[in-house]
Structure formats: C-alpha cells, structure tokens
C-alpha cells in the first residue's frame, strides 16, 4: 500500500542522522520537521510581535507619532495574518509533527516527504508577506479579514498577501492529510481510537478542520484576485456582485479557523493538567464528544462576525442561538479540567502554571465571547476594542499559552535535556501579569466606545491606551527569556530522566529521552488505557 | 505605576474623571441603547458569577489539594451525574440569557412607523446626509485641523470626533437612517443612540433611534475603510423640533443661495479662497497641507508637473482619478464644477506653485465627459 | 502493513486514472451547475427583480391599513447621472396602483448607459411589490445632457403581511461598462 511504501522510504536509511543543511532541507524524520516546524513559528511569532509593538507604539499617546495610517492598517493586517498562519497553525503542526508519531507508536509520519514539502512552502510564503512592506502601495492593510471591496482598492501588496495565503493553505492542507492518515492508519497494535491521547483527537478533529476550510479561504482570496485583474464582480455590486458574500464566505472559513487554532491546545492541557494533579484525566469520553461537537457546531455560527451587516432578524436569532450553544461543550472541557485537579495531588511546574493560565484566560475570553455572541449587545461591540480583548484572550491564553505548556512540558523528550525550572516559572508570571496588563483594559476600551483598527483616538481613550502600550511591551521583552531559556537549556541543561514527571503515563514517556532519531520501527503492542495511558508496552525497536 | 498614567493622562489633556466613567458604556440617549446598557450588565453579572464560582472551585483545588501539603491523589475519572449536571446548567443559563436578547433584537430591527428618513452614504473618508423629504443635502467632514493630529496643537475633548456639519435631528421624533456606501464598506456607529449599521456600496439597510433628550452625540466609522477609517466621525445633534424646524429653514435657505451660477466668471482670490477650503476637507489627509504629499504613498503637489504645467491632465486626475494609483478618487461625481474648479486653481497658485492659472466652473464642465 | 501484494507501478496507474477521472468529474460538475441555477431561479422565482411581473387584471384596493411607500435612488461612482424620484414619499393601500416617477439626467457631454437595480427595505417586501413598469427592466441609454422622465408603476400585493407597514423602494443606479 502506499502508506507502507512512503513511510518505508521515509526511513530507507537509518544509519544515523544526516548532517549540515542537508538534514534541514531534506528533511523527512518527523523530529526534525517538527523542530523546523517549531523554530519557524517561533521567528513568526518574533516578526508578528515586532508588528504588533510597532501598533502599540503607535498608540501609547494620541496623535500620530511614528506612522502614516496607511502604514499602520498595514501592521494591523499582517500582524494578524503572520500570527495566525505563519505563528499559531506552524506551532501546532510542528508539535504534531513531533509527537504523533511517539504517542501512537508510529515509525514517522504516514507520507514523510511530503511533510517536508509541506513546511517547506511556508518560508517562501512568509517571504511574500515580508517582501509586501516594499513593493508600491505597501503591503495589504484591509485588515487580516481582507474584506472586499476595499481589498480590491489595494496596491499589489494584496495580490502578493493572496499568493501567500494560497501557498499556506496547500501546505497546512498537506499537513492535514499527513496528520490523518497517520493517525488513522499508523497506530501501533492495541491502540483503539477511544484510547487515543486526546491531543491526538485534538489534532485529528482540526485537520479534519483545515482540510474543510482552507479550501474555502483559498477560493475567496482567489475571488478577490479574479475581481481586482480579471474583471470578474463577485463582491462588486455594479455587476451584479455582493461585498457581503465576501464576508459570509470569509467567515465560514474563518470561524472553525478559530477552533484549529483552540482545539490542539485543548488536546496539549487534557494531557498536563493530568500529569500535574496525579489524576487520569476526568470524564475522557465527553471530551472526546465535547471536542467533536464543537467543530460540528463551528460550521454554523459563522454570520455570528457580521451582526452589523444588516441581516433579517430571523437570521440573526439564528445564528446568536447556534453560537450560544457552543458555550455548553467548551464549559464541559472547563469543568473536566477542574474535575481532574479536583482532589488531585497537585504540583506547579511551568508546564502546570502555563495549563492552568491557559484555562483561567479562556474562560475569561469564553465568557467576553457570550457577551458577544448576544446579537443585540454585538451591536454595540462589534468592531471595537472589546472584540480586541476577546479574541487575543482566547487566541494568546489558548494557542499561545498551551503551546509554552507543551514546548516547556515535552522540551525533555525533544532535546533530552531539562529547561531551567526557576526561569520558566518566571517566564509564565511575567507573560501572565503583563498580558491582562495589555488586554483587559482594551474590554473597557470597547465599550467605552473605541473603535478597532484606527491609529489615533480620542483623548478619553488615552490612559487605558498608555497601559496597554506598557503591558505589551513587557509582555514582548519577557518572550526573550523564553528563548533564552530555550536555547541555554538545549545547549547546558541538566540532562533529562526517561521519564521526568512522575505520572506522565503516554507513549512518548515510555521511550527513552531524548527521543531516539529512529522510534519505533517496529510496532510495539500495547495495551493502553483511555487517554493513551499505556499500561504495558512490547517490543517496539529504535535506532 | 498607576500615578505614571494619571500624569500622562494630564499631559495629553484627558479629564482626570475620564478613566473613571468609561468603565461601561456611554450614557444611553434612547430606550434601545438604555436596554443593550441592562442587558449587558445582566450578562456581566452572570457570567462574573460562573467566573468566580468556577474558580473558586478551581483554587480551592489549587489550594488545598496539591502535593506540597500532602494531598494524596484519589483516581476516578467519570461521574455521569456531575458531567450531565454541569451539561444542563449552563444550557439552563444560556436560555435565560437568550429570552430578553430575542425580546431586544426585534425591537432593533423594527424600524416601522418612522417620521423621519434620512439617507446616509459612506465616503472614503467622510458622511453625506441627505433628508430625503426635505431636500436637504451635505457632506460631514473630520474638523480636527491636521495640526492638532500631528502637532499636538490644541486637542480638545472633541479631538477626533468634531465635525464641521453635523447631522441634526429632532427628539422625540423615530428617525429612519437608510445607509449605503460610494466605495467600501463602511459602519455607522453612534454608541449613546445604540446604533451601528454598515453602509454597503450597491446596498441599502437602515436603522432607527428615537432620542428624547437634546444634545450632541458622538460616534465614529466601525468598519476599516481604508486609510483614513480612524478619522470619519459621526456627531449627531438633538434639538427640540421647533429648534430643528429653524435648522432645516436656514439650511434649505442656504443650499438655495449657494447654488452656484455655473457660468459665474471667478477671479483668482475668490476661486483661490474656496479652493483652500475644499483643500482642507478632501485632499490634506494624503497630499497634505504643505502639499509636499508622503513620499513613497501619496505624491507631492507642489512642484509636480501635472499641478504647474499640464492643465487638462490636472483636470482629469481631479475629475476621474488615478488609473495608476488607487488612493486617488475621482472627485467628479462628489465634487460641484465651481468646487473642483476651485481647488485646481488653489493647487496651482498655492505653495510653490505659482502658475497665476485660473481653472473656470465652465473649464470643468467641458472637461466632464471627456473621458471615462 | 500493505494487506495485498501488488506492483506499485500498477498501483500508481490506477490511482493516477481515478483522480484524473475525479478532476473530470469536478470539472463538469462546475460547469454543469449553471444551468442547474438557471433552471432554481425559473422554479422557485428567485432573481426576477429585473422583470416585469404578472398582476391579476384588476386588483382592487383593500381596506388594509395604507401602506408608508419611500423611494429612494443612489448613482454608483463612474456613472455622471443625476436620479431624483419626483415624490419622495407616498401612503398606499395594498392592491392599490401606484405610479411614482424618476427623472434621470445625464450630467455629462457623452453617451451614456446605465442600469438600475432595485433593492427593497425591509428585503422580505420584495415578493409583495409587484411592478408593472420600471425603467430597471432594461438598460438605458442616455445622449448627453438628456433629461428623461419614468414612470414606476406597482402594486403593493393584498397578500402582504400586516407587520410590513412601511416600504422603501430605493434604486442603485451602475454603469453598464462597455458603453459606445
């Protein structure tokens, strides 16, 4: 089968690693792509940040100070599109990459060139977007949801954006398949799918995501293209076309595009918080429902972005009851997590700090989010700064803090090293204060009447605007020491336990660490429990 | 820390009070915004409720059960009681949430029964009013000066959100907004009012608000339109209907009176005048004052060969646009013959530029229909 | 892992003949979709805004509490025409007759042609208003400085429910490109 004959290739040789650029630009062991996976997210996100002090400095004072407002629309539409498509969905990918393969027992990943082929797209991509700041016109700046018809007023820094997003797209969509396929066919014998680690079924359910909606974004962006060169008019009215049809095409991409980028970190924190109380994870079963459903339910929510548009009231009661029924499953997955810790016998490694900040700053954003999701409130904040605060709360505290959990929690089975315990805690406290330094005042921003998006304002917006023109910085300049610990510990830290916290029970802690280059060629047996606790592993050769 | 922020607060002029009172929204002016204003503080106490008793529960577990004060672990791992409970609850909640939020949306949406119908058009990057019955018609510009935007030279508490013509309303009376756009997308938002509707290009949609009490109201564009998205303002002023009644009078009286002879000969200083005017409302915010333009985005007039030796080009660019660059509008549908007469003749005798051209209202309308 | 033993050759062909024959099933698919639509908007009526439509022969005016009919009009940017509707507001009992006319004026010294779309407030009233004459029903063509006059002529339709009490008819006027 073709399965058998890519992964087999994938390891034709297995004689120790390759080495120099080679490895890197050849690359076909899932290890090595997830760290490539990892390290290019990272940079995204260093790129992305910078954009987005660039936005704060700007409105630390009223007036405009350091940029032209087209420049800074600019900054706003491609922090977002860098966070969201070159930070976050790299992020995750990589740590499937990783992982996956270790927690099913799997050799590699089930088609392991075309993985490189997939992460290999994103740098020319990402390219694109960095080359869109010099072409005439600027890059895009319609904002990341690219709304016609002013993305069809743009210079060809949206054409540029578009190519991008395609290329993106074909390579998050490659990944998907990867994911898939692996996991549907590459699990080692006595692994049945109720058993499987819930960052599997995390990861599995989003690629079924991806591959549902990228297709979608794909055919908008490249409607947009054929308006602004080809003469087509699907979102020009005067032949016949709809700007709205934009935004509901957008949109329905765009919605379980924010659960692609929340369901992995759901699947990272069911594994940490377990570990961490000393519990199997509570109610394992509903999760794997809850996580289900709530991507059914995110294909039906999607008009819930566009409250303002005018739509009938019928439409609008629709979508503000579908979108208030998700609320019940992402409670579920809340009361799970503190099920586990209930009566658990707890302890605070960074991991463990960043998982449970992770869950207090969702529940914050979850709970803005059904002020949203209130059709008749929306009204008054759509397209403010408390949207602002909302979604950076789920996004940052769910994608971005999960992924620190995973990145701090699994950093011993990749590098086979310990990070530094006291500079990691330290790395989450301050990441925790000065994140709600910068976001939270942007809730009373919004409703205070501050629109989103605007380079200048009134002058009663100032003092919320000055804290979080601090918070942010702070919040950046704390990420250095996140790298920091990163690249010290890779090089000179303490040397890493097979199995560094004690009740980790998956897979990947059975092997030892760091995880060899070769694991599992041969398929071991396991009998596992729900969750991916292997309660007893044979054979299952590595190199 | 905290003191840090008052003091900036002070620097940048805010009212010390600011800070304080904005921690909700605006006073709401009519009984939808007065019912989005209890409804969202409903929503606020329920949900700040399920925030603390959740984690209250959760730090009560972070408290007490942990390793360090030797709690030991009990295993289970399901209960089907707890998990259907903690399912049905919240359901329970989202219904209570979703019956007033049904009530209120349909009180929006009606927009039956209104007496008063005024179209709003979105511009890139200003509001057209028009009182359809009333014949009355004008366009809302940003009237903070540049200055104070760059320069910091007197902002006052209006910065930002100070027009020079206003839309004026009477109280009491149910007014019907139809909204509609010229080029992108754009959003009506007046906060106090409870209103924000986008203005589509090719569509129509409406909204209504009915204020009881006189009064300014303040609102901004809530839809990114581009460049200037952040300096499209909206004032809505309330006057007691016989106050309006006089309003509409002066100003239909006005429109009639400022119908310009479209053969009128102008000279240079009057043309010059009126062309710095329309200068300042239209074409400052990318060529700017000093006609000097933003190097790399918009190009400097002063100088260009197009503003001091081509003429009909001049005129066409005015009238029609740019083919090359996008940011450049065609003025010709938004702008009266004598006003774009006016603001050549202004860029051809202003800065450097020191041509002594008159460009006639009559020039213009010869011009019209040259070219596409 | 492979359950049967086949040359990969063979199984590379026959999967490269199955996307290939999947690719020309997309294909057609697409194309074949259009007159699927033609035929949707035939049946169920959807997309009739440009046509005249059929009134019983003589509908007669209701005793249904009269009707707050508002028009409206908005010239598209790149179209130099001024439109005006002589009224700009009326009262109408459903089934009544209504004639409203709109003076379009070509502001420019060059032929022009233009069209104009009808859009309804609320959108739900657009079943019940049914029009007998429009100058939406074609393309205009206008000499320059020509000035004409059309009638609307419509008949708010007696099945109209009674929520629906005021009716904004308001036109987006285009230009049509590829003028002479």
């Excluded at chain 1, 803090?401 to 995973?406: P, R, V, Y």
């Excluded at chain 1, 942010?472 to 704390?478: E, V």
């Excluded at chain 2, 006089?246 to 010059?272: F, I």
Aim: glycine share 8%; net charge neutral.
């Amino acid at each position: 089968m073709a399965i058998a004959d890519t992964t087999h290739a994938g390891h034709g040789d297995h004689h120790g690693k390759p080495h120099g650029l080679a490895r890197w630009l050849y690359a076909t062991n899932h290890k090595d792509i997830g760290s490539l996976y990892l390290w290019f997210a990272f940079s995204m996100f260093i790129f992305g940040g910078v954009l987005a002090l660039c936005i704060r400095a700007e409105l630390f004072r009223p007036g405009l100070q350091f940029w032209q407002p087209e420049l800074f629309n600019q900054f706003t539409t491609l922090h977002g599109l860098i966070m969201v498509f070159g930070a976050i969905m790299p992020a995750f990918t990589g740590l499937a990459n990783w992982l996956l393969p270790l927690m099913i027992g799997a050799p590699d990943m089930a088609f392991a060139r075309m993985n490189n082929w997939s992460f290999w797209l994103l740098p020319p991509a990402a390219l694109l977007l960095l080359i869109s700041f010099a072409v005439p016109g600027g890059a895009a700046a319609a904002g990341w949801t690219m709304y016609a018809p002013l993305s069809t007023q743009m210079g060809m820094g949206m054409d540029l954006t578009i190519f991008a997003i395609h290329i993106m797209g074909v390579s998050s969509i490659m990944g998907s398949i990867n994911i898939i396929v692996t996991i549907l066919n590459l699990r080692a014998p006595g692994m049945s799918m109720m058993q499987m680690p819930m960052f599997a079924w995390a990861t599995l359910i989003t690629a079924y995501l991806i591959i549902a909606v990228m297709p979608v974004l794909a055919g908008v962006v490249t409607m947009v293209l054929t308006d602004r060169h080809f003469g087509t008019h699907f979102f020009n009215a005067a032949g016949g076309g709809d700007p709205v049809l934009y935004q509901h095409i957008f949109w329905f991409f765009g919605h379980p595009e924010v659960y692609i980028m929340a369901l992995p970190a759901f699947g990272i924190v069911s594994h940490i918080i377990p570990t961490f109380s000393r519990k199997p994870l509570f109610g394992y079963t509903s999760m794997v429902y809850a996580t289900s459903s709530i991507a059914i339910l995110s294909f039906m929510v999607w008009a819930h972005h566009m409250f303002t548009t005018g739509m009938p009231a019928t439409a609008q009661l629709f979508f503000m009851y579908a979108t208030m029924l998700i609320a019940v499953p992402t409670g579920v997955k809340v009361f799970n997590w503190i099920g586990t810790m209930w009566q658990g016998s707890m302890s605070f490694e960074t991991p463990m700090l960043f998982a449970i900040g992770f869950i207090c700053l969702f529940t914050v954003g979850g709970l803005s989010g059904v002020t949203l999701s209130i059709a008749a409130v929306d009204i008054q904040l759509q397209d403010t700064y408390y949207v602002v605060a909302h979604f950076h709360y789920v996004l940052v505290a769910g994608a971005l803090f999960s992924l620190f959990a995973a990145v701090y929690y699994w950093f011993p089975k990749m590098t086979g090293r310990m990070y530094h315990e006291k500079l990691g805690k330290f790395h989450f406290w301050w990441s925790m204060i000065w994140f709600n330094v910068t976001f939270f005042p942007m809730h009373f921003l919004g409703l205070a009447g501050m629109p989103r998006r605007i380079p200048d304002y009134n002058l009663q917006f100032a003092d919320f605007n000055a804290m979080a023109s601090v918070g942010a910085f702070c919040f950046g300049l704390g990420q250095l020491i996140f790298l920091y610990n990163m690249i010290s510990s890779i090089r000179h830290g303490q040397p890493a336990p097979q199995k560094p916290w004690e009740t980790a029970d998956t897979l990947e802690w059975q092997i030892p660490t760091p995880a060899p280059y070769h694991s599992f060629v041969e398929a071991p047996t396991l009998e596992v429990g729900e969750n991916g606790a292997i309660k007893s592993m044979q054979g299952g050769k590595h190199h | 820390m905290l003191s840090r922020y008052t003091h900036l607060g002070i620097l940048g002029g805010a009212p010390l009070s600011a800070a304080a009172a904005n921690l909700n929204f605006q006073t709401p002016v009519t009984q939808v915004a007065q019912d989005i204003y209890d409804l969202h503080l409903l929503l606020l106490y329920i949900t700040g409720g399920i925030f603390v008793l959740v984690f209250g529960v959760m730090f009560w577990a972070i408290l007490r059960h942990r390793k360090s004060a030797g709690h030991q672990a009990k295993l289970f791992h399901e209960n089907t009681t707890v998990e259907i409970i903690w399912t049905v609850i919240p359901f329970l909640i989202l219904v209570a949430m979703a019956l007033p939020a049904t009530r209120l949306i349909l009180q929006q949406k009606s927009s039956a029964g209104a007496e008063l119908t005024i179209k709003v058009t979105g511009y890139q990057w200003k509001w057209q009013y028009d009182y359809l019955e009333q014949n009355v018609r004008y366009m809302s510009h940003l009237a903070t000066p540049q200055d104070a935007i760059v320069k910091a030279a007197g902002r006052g508490d209006n910065y930002l959100l100070e027009v020079d013509e206003p839309l004026v309303v009477p109280t009491g009376v149910k007014v019907r907004v139809l909204l509609t756009a010229n080029d992108v997308i754009h959003s009506w938002w007046v906060p106090q009012l409870g209103v924000k509707q986008d203005a589509i290009p090719g569509f129509v949609r409406d909204a209504w608000f009915k204020v009881e009490q006189p009064g300014t109201y303040r609102g901004q564009c809530a839809e990114l339109c581009g460049k200037d998205h952040g300096f499209m303002p909206i004032v809505v002023v309330a006057k007691a209907p016989a106050e309006y009644l006089q309003w509409l009078a002066a100003k239909q009286k006005a429109a009639a009176a400022n119908a310009d002879d479209p053969n009128k000969v102008w000279k240079l200083d009057e043309l010059k005048a009126r062309g710095e005017k329309v200068f300042s409302q239209n074409c400052v915010a990318c060529h700017q004052a000093n006609g000097k333009g933003i190097p790399g985005a918009f190009p400097a007039l002063d100088g260009s060969p197009i503003a001091t030796k081509d003429k009909p080009a001049h005129i066409d660019i005015v009238l029609n646009g740019s083919k090359k660059n996008p940011a450049m509008a065609a003025w010709g549908k938004q702008l009266s013959d004598t006003d774009i007469a006016a603001v050549i003749t202004y860029e051809r005798n202003a800065w450097g530029n020191q041509t002594g051209d008159v460009v006639q209202p009559k020039d213009i309308k010869a011009a019209r229909g040259g070219k596409a | 892992m492979a359950t049967h033993q086949a040359t990969p050759a063979r199984d590379n062909r026959t999967l490269l003949l199955k996307l290939s024959l999947l690719a020309c099933v997309m294909f057609v698919f697409a194309w074949g979709l259009i007159p699927v639509y033609d035929a949707l908007c035939r049946v169920t009526g959807l997309g009739k805004l440009l046509q005249p439509d059929v009134v019983s022969a003589t509908p007669a005016a209701t005793l249904a509490a009269p009707i707050v009919l508002t028009f409206d009009a908005t010239v598209q940017p790149g179209l130099p025409w001024q439109v005006r509707p002589l009224v700009s507001t009326l009262k109408a009992r459903p089934g009544e007759f209504v004639r409203v006319d709109y003076e379009i004026t070509n502001a420019s010294n060059r032929r022009v042609i233009g069209q104009a779309i009808p859009r309804y407030l609320p959108a739900a009233a657009a079943e019940y208003v049914k029009k007998l004459d429009c100058f939406c029903f074609a393309q205009q063509v206008f000499e320059p400085g020509q000035t004409k006059r059309f009638p609307v002529v419509f008949v708010v339709d007696k099945s109209v429910p009674a929520g629906i009490d005021s009716i904004t008819l308001a036109y987006t006027i285009f230009d049509v490109p590829g003028r002479s």
